[in-house]
């Protein structure tokens, strides 16, 4: 089975801190998302990658930058949380094919006191 | 501009009965379709999917349903158990590079025994 897996479930962080959540994968997959997950709004896309070092802005990029180095792992960076940042954030990994499916992480449950 | 939409964020149905998720879309790009089910503290997990040159898909109690000229998809689970309780987001994809979802907002199903 796909297993991805995020640093942490849970983190607080006071406003202004830089942030770092980090995902790794191990099934071998090119592609890599960021998702958040509010309440009403579903999951938006934030960033993703298709290929090591190559990176794309998903639907609300604002306030977060990504990296991407080796093919297994996939950061997403909050240069200087706000609490407007407060959110689930969630990893996912996909191979380019015809089922399109993506496995995700357990998610992290991020706070910005 | 939401591409994917959910317009029941909760749904109660009795233990044994018939549970309908519905889900619309605008997107005629969309050409693939997935359902994930989604319980608290977790990750999604995918459930089914279906392509658009189908218009049912069906694996156990699940069975989607499309239909591309009202751009609308439906999940039936027949019969509903308790373990059915969860989140559902329904996503939608278009052939590209890396195959990004684009999910809806979610709709709480709840089983009551």
């Known amino acids: 089975d796909v297993k991805v897996t995020q640093s942490s479930r849970y983190l607080v962080k006071r406003t202004g801190e830089k942030v770092f959540l980090e995902c790794v994968q191990d099934?071998?997959?090119?592609?890599m998302f960021w998702y958040r997950q509010d309440p009403g709004l579903g999951l938006r896309l934030i960033y993703f990658s298709y290929d090591v070092k190559m990176k794309e802005k998903g639907d609300i990029p604002e306030g977060y930058s990504v990296s991407r180095e080796k093919k297994e792992r996939f950061s997403l960076i909050l240069e200087s949380a706000s609490t407007n940042q407060t959110s689930m954030y969630l990893c996912?990994?996909?191979?380019?094919?015809?089922?399109?499916?993506?496995?995700f992480g357990p998610g992290t449950r991020l706070t910005v006191l | 501009d939401q591409q994917v939409k959910q317009n029941s964020p909760s749904l109660s149905v009795q233990e044994g009965r018939i549970s309908i998720l519905n889900c619309d879309y605008t997107?005629?790009?969309?050409?693939?379709f997935l359902w994930y089910k989604k319980y608290p503290a977790e990750g999604p997990t995918f459930l089914i999917s279906i392509s658009s040159i189908k218009d049912k898909n069906e694996d156990g109690r699940f069975t989607v349903f499309l239909n591309k000229s009202a751009k609308h998809l439906s999940l039936h689970i027949v019969p509903s158990q308790p373990g059915d309780s969860a989140v559902y987001f329904c996503?939608?994809?278009?052939?590209?590079?890396?195959?990004?979802?684009?999910f809806g907002q979610g709709t709480r199903l709840t089983i009551n025994p």
């Open positions: 996503a939608a994809s278009v052939v590209s590079g890396a195959q990004k979802l684009v």
């Open positions: 997107n005629s790009m969309f050409d693939y």
């Open positions: 099934m071998d997959h090119e592609n």
């Open positions: 996912a990994s996909s191979n380019p094919g015809p089922t399109r499916k993506q496995f």
